[in-house]
Structures are given as structure tokens and as C-alpha cells.
């Protein structure tokens, strides 16, 4: 069955660093699109970073926009996020996703992770 | 951006009743690439409906999906003791992609 197991979400100061990490299996990782959504803590889903099947083309939200980038190692069936300048407001579950077509993306998601909390402060 | 607003916030209902769950959006949702996803505490969410009205794999045929445009509704025509949770939506029609701040069915 599908598995996306995140990791790396830690407490880090407000202007560090972070990298997520989501291994993906059960699947052809290589066929699909990728997402990451987060979810701040009691609110609700905020969509924020998309791969395409062949890490060809990225999207991102405006508020990570420069800050954060996404990336994908099909060798490995990884993926990856980036986080620079960390925020307050970048706290947050942050869930490895899978979208919902193939190979190119439809912008729905079709598989998640249980997400790994990212908490920002000082 | 689409700013997807779901009414009401709360619905408070009995297993066995009707649930209808309202999304309008702020311009049209482009080829009604709408979906709905159910989440239940500490879990992640879960596609139920894409399309406005295509049921994803494994979900029950209690639930449907309609609308076209701005509007949109997810119905529950009988609740079940599973089916409460909150419950988001999502356009995908246009970028960025956007969620509603979501609509929790709690049990009366």
C-alpha cells in the first residue's frame, strides 16, 4: 500500500534552517506529482509547495516564495523541503502528499502522510 | 487568489440524519475542479470527492458531491458514527490552490 513518512520537523529558532524529508513507497514514485501542505496547530490546510513527476517544474505559495524550495530524488523515492528564514508563522504539521493524477499534476491529493510538526520559536 | 468559504462552520446533528455541507467560492472554480477531504483529529486528511462530484476510491455512496461555479455541496444523506470530523474543500482550478477553513459535523 502507499506509504509517505515524513521526517525532520524539529524546534528551531526564528531565521534557521530545516529540511524535510518524505520517503514514498508502494507506489512508482517517478509517475507522480508531489505536494507538501501544512497545517498550523487547531487551524486548517494551507496548501504549499508542488514537484512535477520529473522535478521539471515547481510551484510555491507566495508566503515560502523564495524562502523554501522543493525538490525530489526519484532514485531514492524522496522528497524533499527546504525550509529557510524560518518564521513564527511557518509552524506547522507539515504533510508529504501525492497528487491525485499522473503524470502531470491536477492540484488535488489523493495520499498523505502523517506529517511531521515544524515549531518555530525562539 | 480563491478564497473558498464553507457554511456552516458547525453542524450539529444525530447519526442517521442529513448532513449538507455548503463551499462557495470568491470567483468560479475553473471546470469545477473542486475537492472535498475529511479529517479526523490527529489523522491526516482524506480525499473523499474530486471533480465536484466524483466519489474517491472506497468511500461510501452516502456521500455526493454537486455544484458547479462558486457553489458547491458535499452531502451526507444518512450519517454514520464514522462520519464525523471536519471536512475541507479545495479548488485546484486555479493556482494556488486553495482549502475552505473547514466545517465540523459533531455529533447533537
Known amino acids: 500500500q502507499v506509504q509517505l513518512v515524513e521526517s525532520g520537523g524539529t524546534v528551531v529558532q526564528p531565521g534557521r534552517s530545516l529540511r524535510l524529508s518524505c520517503a514514498a513507497s508502494g507506489f512508482t514514485f517517478r509517475s507522480y506529482a508531489m505536494h507538501w501542505v501544512r497545517q498550523a496547530p487547531g487551524k486548517g490546510l494551507e496548501w504549499v509547495a508542488v514537484?512535477?513527476?520529473?522535478?521539471?517544474?515547481?510551484y510555491n505559495i507566495d508566503s515560502v516564495k523564495g524562502r523554501f524550495t522543493i525538490s525530489r530524488d526519484n532514485s531514492k523515492n524522496m522528497l524533499y523541503l527546504q525550509m529557510n528564514s524560518l518564521r513564527p508563522e511557518d509552524t506547522a504539521v507539515y504533510y508529504c502528499?501525492?497528487?491525485?493524477?499522473?503524470?502531470?499534476?491536477?492540484?488535488?491529493?489523493?495520499?498523505w502522510g502523517q506529517g511531521t510538526l515544524v515549531t518555530v520559536s525562539s | 487568489e480563491i478564497v473558498l468559504t464553507q457554511s456552516p462552520g458547525t453542524l450539529s446533528l444525530s447519526p442517521g440524519e442529513r448532513a449538507t455541507l455548503s463551499c462557495r467560492a470568491s470567483?468560479?472554480?475553473?471546470?469545477?475542479?473542486l475537492a472535498w477531504y475529511q479529517q479526523k483529529p490527529g489523522q491526516p486528511p482524506r480525499l473523499f470527492m474530486y471533480?465536484?462530484?466524483t466519489r474517491a476510491t472506497g468511500i461510501p455512496d452516502r456521500f455526493s458531491g454537486s455544484g458547479s461555479g462558486t457553489d458547491f455541496t458535499l452531502t451526507i444523506s444518512r450519517l454514520e458514527p464514522e462520519d464525523f470530523a471536519v471536512y475541507y474543500c479545495?479548488?485546484?482550478?486555479?493556482?494556488?490552490?486553495?482549502f475552505g477553513q473547514g466545517a465540523k459535523v459533531e455529533i447533537k
Open positions: 471533480g465536484a462530484s
Open positions: 502528499a501525492r497528487d491525485g493524477a499522473r503524470p502531470y499534476w491536477s492540484g488535488y491529493i489523493d495520499e
Open positions: 470567483q468560479s472554480v475553473s471546470r469545477n475542479y
Open positions: 479545495q479548488q485546484y482550478g486555479s493556482s494556488p490552490w486553495t
Open positions: 514537484i512535477s513527476y520529473d522535478a521539471s517544474n515547481k
